[in-house]
T-cell receptor, first 110, second 115 residues
Framework: QKEVEQNSGPLSVPEGAIASLNCTYS??????FFWYRQYSGKSPELIMS????GDKEDGRFTAQLNKASQYVSLLIRDSQPSDSATYLC??????????FGTGTRLQVFP | DAGVTQSPTHLIKTRGQHVTLRCSPI?????VSWYQQVLGQGPQFIFQ???????GRGNFPDRFSARQFPNYSSELNVNALLLGDSALYLC??????????????FGNGTRLTVT
């Protein structure tokens, strides 16, 4: 079982819709959760971080965490073509390393 | 403010050669981490350094080594290159211990191709 699992996609949504990206993790002691956006050929860019159960909103982005279910998600409201990228879910492991999923490719079409 | 800077941006090496990748963290950041990202995969942790001491090592062979200098910049060295070492090598910095104090911010990476 992979430590951090994401659906590789592509997830295709029309412009203006809500994109929902999901991630599950296997290590129950994980404490910190991150979403990074990566455009093709570029480096990952931090979008959101979340540390406690519930929702955290920042602009068009909402991160949701459910530690009991070992589940973290990212919602993107009013999706734009410029949001088309790969979204990486990352979870802390031991020794302060981040464990990344393989990423979900999001395509927003006009 | 300058972000995390890495050099070189691209590199082509032959199997068996050695490579050194360099990273300068964001000003004021004391922690540097290295990640390897193979095409189609998420980044994989290689090393973390904090205040010039190694604080974590991923599941990579001893051919991989790193160090952090007094000015907090860092080098990643890979010996006896294999074709499978071809990847994007990412350096990330943070102010303190990454996961308690501040998230990681990545540089633009070094694209290494081994032929």
């Amino acid at each position: 079982q992979k430590e951090v699992e994401q659906n590789s996609g592509p997830l295709s949504v029309p412009e203006g819709a809500i994109a929902s990206l999901n991630c599950t993790y296997s290590d129950r002691v994980s404490q910190s959760f991150f979403w990074y956006r990566q455009y093709s050929g570029k480096s990952p860019e931090l979008i959101m971080s979340i540390y406690s159960n519930g929702d955290k909103e920042d602009g068009r982005f909402t991160a949701q965490l459910n530690k009991a279910s070992q589940y973290v998600s990212l919602l993107i409201r009013d999706s734009q073509p410029s949001d088309s990228a790969t979204y990486l879910c990352a979870v802390n492991g031991d020794t302060d390393k981040l464990i990344f999923g393989t990423g979900t490719r999001l395509q927003v079409f006009p | 403010d300058a972000g995390v800077t890495q050099s070189p941006t691209h590199l082509i090496k032959t199997r068996g050669q050695h490579v050194t990748l360099r990273c300068s963290p964001i000003s004021g950041h004391k922690s540097v981490s290295w990640y390897q990202q193979v095409l189609g995969q998420g980044p994989q942790f290689i090393f973390q350094y904090y205040e010039k001491e190694e604080r974590g090592r991923g599941n990579f062979p001893d051919r991989f080594s790193a160090r952090q200098f007094p000015n907090y910049s860092s080098e990643l060295n890979v010996n006896a290159l294999l074709l499978g070492d071809s990847a994007l090598y990412l350096c990330a910095s943070s102010f303190g211990r990454p996961l308690q104090d501040s998230p990681l911010h990545f540089g633009n990476g070094t694209r290494l191709t081994v032929t």
